[in-house]
């Protein structure tokens, strides 16, 4: 961690390589809607990685572990998944997308403009990006971003509220995450945990200097943390968050827990969502 942020203690931190499902159904007789399945992010790519000399640089410098059975095409019915929301282009987001080859996958302009040019700050290791993916993009444009009451600014990807892409500037070029059911926000790595959100100043030059903008990265820290105060809870990709578990009826659960015992919201209440299990030893990209 010393490595990443003046003043943090010389240890060792694992960071989880997260992937979220939302699962919208229908809750009563008279709800005609789309059944859908939306994944945000999707982890490492099990290996071998055909990625040349850049993924071979990669993993010498955020080596990933990548367990026999952890991918995220492992772990789901890959039939069952609708949209794919990609938060950005880094490995550690992208890399099980070859797993949904009939998803929708989701991405903003900058994003798809990333795809066709992207240099080396960008990170992005196009082996990892499968083939024939242009006809299944749905690009979200800039313009479909507005600002809410909350100061994000959201973009409503169905059209009836339920999942919100929301901008968050900094980290990558067109970096964005999702607010679920306007409870739980996948904040992606607008942070590289919730416990390093605000700590933004104390980031060392190299890190810094990898991030697209540290400047817009301090500022979506900042909406954040006031989005929290209003109670969004937020979930960042590289943070522990149990797995294989309905975090929505997690928070709806520490919510009935908070009315009965005058108590704070657990720390497990969040989104609707299931994690993978890979991870990096080093740093989050």
Same mark, same amino acid.
């Given at each position: 961690?010393?490595?990443?942020?003046?003043?943090?203690?010389?240890?060792?931190?694992?960071?989880?390589?997260?992937?979220?499902?939302?699962?919208?159904?229908?809750?009563?007789?008279?709800?005609?809607?789309?059944?859908?399945?939306?994944?945000?992010?999707?982890?490492?790519?099990?290996?071998?990685?055909?990625?040349?000399?850049?993924?071979?640089?990669?993993?010498?410098?955020?080596?990933?572990?990548?367990?026999?059975?952890?991918?995220?095409?492992?772990?789901?019915?890959?039939?069952?998944?609708?949209?794919?929301?990609?938060?950005?282009?880094?490995?550690?987001?992208?890399?099980?997308?070859?797993?949904?080859?009939?998803?929708?996958?989701?991405?903003?302009?900058?994003?798809?403009?990333?795809?066709?040019?992207?240099?080396?700050?960008?990170?992005?290791?196009?082996?990892?990006?499968?083939?024939?993916?242009?006809?299944?993009?749905?690009?979200?444009?800039?313009?479909?971003?507005?600002?809410?009451?909350?100061?994000?600014?959201?973009?409503?990807?169905?059209?009836?509220?339920?999942?919100?892409?929301?901008?968050?500037?900094?980290?990558?070029?067109?970096?964005?995450?999702?607010?679920?059911?306007?409870?739980?926000?996948?904040?992606?790595?607008?942070?590289?945990?919730?416990?390093?959100?605000?700590?933004?100043?104390?980031?060392?030059?190299?890190?810094?200097?990898?991030?697209?903008?540290?400047?817009?990265?301090?500022?979506?820290?900042?909406?954040?943390?006031?989005?929290?105060?209003?109670?969004?809870?937020?979930?960042?990709?590289?943070?522990?968050?149990?797995?294989?578990?309905?975090?929505? @009826? +997690? =928070? %709806? $659960?520490? *919510? #009935? !827990? /908070? @009315? +009965? =015992? %005058? $108590?704070? *919201? #657990? !720390? /497990? @209440? +969040? =989104? %609707? $969502?299931? *994690?993978?299990?890979?991870?990096?030893?080093?740093?989050?990209?």
């Amino acid at each position: 961690m010393h490595q990443l942020l003046r003043g943090a203690p010389r240890e060792r931190r694992v960071f989880p390589a997260n992937a979220f499902v939302y699962d919208r159904e229908h809750e009563h007789e008279h709800d005609h809607g789309p059944v859908r399945r939306v994944l945000f992010d999707t982890g490492y790519a099990p290996f071998p990685w055909r990625t040349g000399v850049a993924g071979w640089a990669y993993r010498r410098l955020l080596p990933p572990r990548v367990p026999a059975g952890a991918g995220i095409g492992e772990q789901l019915d890959v039939s069952t998944v609708t949209h794919v929301v990609l938060s950005h282009l880094h490995p550690d987001h992208i890399g099980g997308l070859a797993a949904f080859p009939h998803a929708t996958v989701v991405v903003t302009e900058p994003v798809r403009r990333t795809m066709t040019s992207s240099t080396l700050r960008d990170g992005v290791l196009d082996g990892l990006l499968p083939a024939g993916l242009e006809p299944r993009l749905q690009v979200v444009p800039d313009s479909a971003f507005h600002e809410d009451a909350t100061g994000l600014r959201t973009a409503d990807l169905f059209g009836d509220g339920t999942y919100l892409l929301v901008d968050l500037p900094g980290h990558a070029a067109g970096h964005v995450g999702a607010l679920v059911e306007g409870r739980a926000l996948l904040a992606g790595d607008a942070a590289w945990g919730r416990d390093l959100l605000g700590e933004e100043h104390r980031i060392r030059a190299v890190p810094r200097a990898v991030a697209h903008d540290h400047v817009a990265q301090a500022d979506t820290a900042r909406r954040l943390l006031a989005a929290e105060r209003t109670g969004v809870r937020l979930l960042f990709s590289h943070d522990a968050h149990p797995t294989d578990t309905d975090l929505l @009826a +997690a =928070d %709806d $659960a520490a *919510t #009935s !827990d /908070d @009315a +009965a =015992d %005058d $108590a704070t *919201t #657990s !720390d /497990d @209440a +969040a =989104d %609707d $969502a299931a *994690t993978d299990r890979t991870t990096d030893r080093g740093g989050p990209s």
